[in-house]
């Protein structure tokens, strides 16, 4: 018998998927970033039907940087359709529980645990993982909804894969977007 996982009241975190990771001014656009997009939407559509919270976390550079508060790829990726009464978090480094307002509201979910998504799978995916972890979160990564960019050294898809396999090390629990639209809340 296949039993789906049930992620109670979990929610979600989409993190980083600003408009500089997709709109290719100044970076490309992440890899597979028109699945990703695709993925992302059918994961928020989800939860908001199943009632669950979400959050957007976003980044601030320093200034300059094209993800700078007031840069035209700062704002979080108008496609993704965020509403309303989905908060949106600011953070300076990789880890997004380095904001307190975030980490208060992560504990006034009330759920043991966080479903994590978004980008950079090498930078502040990780890093929020490990802040999660830190926090003595239960954590649940997306597996092919988050991505990154190529690297001199290593192409996107292998940063995204290693990184799948570290986090499954470290004992997060993998999911794929499927398998997550299809769970019962």
């Not at 790829?73 to 300076?92: C, I, M, N, R, Y």
Request: with cysteine; aromatic share 8%.
């Amino acid at each position: 018998m296949v039993t789906t996982p049930n992620f109670g009241s979990a929610p979600i975190v989409i993190i980083d998927l600003q408009t500089g990771m997709f709109d290719g001014l100044v970076d490309p656009p992440l890899h597979g970033s028109d699945r990703l997009v695709e993925r992302v939407l059918a994961i928020i559509d989800r939860a908001r039907r199943d009632g669950r919270k979400i959050a957007f976390i976003r980044h601030d550079g320093p200034p300059g940087d094209p993800l700078a508060p007031g840069e035209p790829g700062w704002a979080v990726w108008p496609a993704l359709g965020q509403a309303d009464d989905e908060p949106t978090f600011s953070k300076s480094v990789g880890d997004a529980f380095s904001n307190p307002d975030f980490r208060r509201w992560i504990e006034e979910q009330g759920a043991p645990e966080v479903i994590l998504l978004g980008a950079q799978t090498d930078f502040c995916v990780a890093a929020t993982v490990k802040g999660a972890l830190s926090n003595d979160l239960k954590v649940t990564v997306i597996s092919d909804a988050h991505s990154t960019l190529d690297q001199p050294d290593e192409a996107a898809a292998a940063i995204v894969n290693r990184y799948n396999a570290q986090f499954a090390e470290a004992g997060v629990n993998l999911v794929t977007t499927d398998r997550f639209i299809q769970a019962v809340a």
